[in-house]
């Protein structure tokens, strides 16, 4: 495949309750391999390029940000973020 074949494809619908991405590009196969919320369906070599079909859950999927991050904050360094963000809004001139 020439450089503009190797396309990345993002499928999801109200229909379905799977996210799938299909991909030929080398190093978003790398890391949807190494992503604990993804599962590879299939793969294979097409003109000599790897190419990979991946499947999510469409819960853990954002259209905008990609596959939704987990955060593993205790609840006092929760507490601390709120509290630095209100003070910055407080310095802003209000809250948004």
Do not use: C, Y
């Amino acid at each position: 495949m020439n450089a503009a074949e190797r396309e990345t494809t993002v499928n999801a619908s109200d229909g379905d309750d799977k996210v799938r991405i299909w991909t030929a590009q080398r190093r978003f196969i790398t890391k949807l391999r190494r992503h604990p919320k993804v599962t590879e369906i299939r793969s294979g070599e097409s003109d000599g390029s790897a190419w990979a079909e991946f499947e999510l859950p469409a819960s853990e999927w954002n259209p905008v940000s990609g596959i939704k991050r987990v955060s593993n904050l205790t609840p006092e360094q929760r507490a601390a973020s709120a509290e630095r963000l209100a003070a910055a809004r407080a310095l802003r001139g209000g809250s948004e």
